[in-house]
């Protein structure tokens, strides 16, 4: 159901700045919920097929530091490479979090390119392109961890509209099916919030639950 990286395309948001208030927004939550994992929880089976709590929340770590390496430039695979969540696996996850905002708060970041070897070795993409990526992959995986943990989340509602926006970019069809692929192909959906839907746009089902 879900790789290693994000594949959306740039989304109708032309302020960047925005974007990355946005995107900021978007991760601190994923901090409050990941805050209220314990231990137990850990082996929980999540949304993303196959993947335990702990293997997602080292997913979400490591895409942190691999975007935050984008942003400055740099463009090694090795680092996205998994990384490891040690004896804290909150605290990681908090320090990882941290780590990527930090770097897109930086003087100039809108000018840059930035090098995403998960999605193409050929060419860097635009950073308002990149930060969309990133954008769109902590809204789902906010859920992810929520849904596992019987939790709700909430959203503001301008976020959600631009990240309903992301959502319905996001190449479909056969696109879908690959191995690896981003994100599964759309599920139906007919009522519910706003967060319900971009998460069935992007293949999860809104009533996922891990019984």
Request: proline share 7%.
């Amino acid at each position: 159901m879900h790789s290693k990286s994000s594949t959306a395309p740039l989304h109708p948001l032309s302020n960047g700045a925005e974007l990355i208030a946005l995107d900021e927004q978007a991760v601190r939550t994923s901090i409050e919920v990941v805050a209220k994992v314990t231990t137990a929880d850990l082996a929980r089976p999540t949304p993303c097929a196959g993947w335990s709590l702990h293997d997602l929340l080292a997913h979400m770590a490591t895409q942190h530091h691999g975007f935050a390496a984008a942003s400055r430039g740099e463009g090694d695979p090795a680092l996205w490479g998994l990384r490891s969540l040690g004896d804290d696996p909150v605290g990681s996850y908090r320090s990882a979090a941290e780590h990527v905002l930090a770097a897109f708060a930086a003087d100039g970041v809108l000018s840059r390119s930035f090098p995403l070897p998960e999605i193409s070795a050929d060419r860097p993409f635009p950073a308002t392109q990149a930060i969309s990526f990133h954008f769109i992959d902590y809204v789902v995986h906010t859920w992810d961890v929520a849904k596992t943990l019987d939790l709700a989340v909430e959203f503001e509602p301008r976020l959600l509209d631009v990240a309903l926006a992301v959502a319905r970019a996001v190449p479909g069809g056969e696109t879908r099916l690959v191995p690896g692929a981003a994100f599964a192909p759309e599920v139906a959906w007919s009522s519910g919030s706003r967060l319900d839907e971009i998460v069935a746009v992007l293949g999860r089902s809104p009533d996922w639950s891990r019984d």
